[in-house]
């Protein structure tokens, strides 16, 4: 894996983890209705994929150029010229919508598992 690539992908695993950090907070502040810790985790997960979708959407070439993705890298580890650019622009897009198709399954998961157990509990929800 390229140093551009690596970088990528560690920056989204950091962004996930502070989206995973504040989904538990928040499942376990409601864990006095197991249905609705679920639900509000999944909700979570599902702005994360929205998010990330929306990023996908708005990279540009321009706006990859200012990413942090794109400023972390020594001068030295950045792809060289216009066409590296666009590979690693391409490969920062391709993750994102690879990490945006995990969180979404991740909340479909979620938003089942509180149905099936809203419709075991008898939990109506708020």
Known sequence: MIPCERYAFFTLIRDASFFLLAAVTLMMAFSFAPPLALEIG???????????LIRSYLLTPERFLRSEVWRGLAPDERPAGEHGVRIAQAYMGELLLRFAKSSSAIAGLLYGSALILSATVGYDGL
């Open 42 to 52: 999944a909700t979570v997960a599902l702005i994360f994929s929205i998010v990330l």
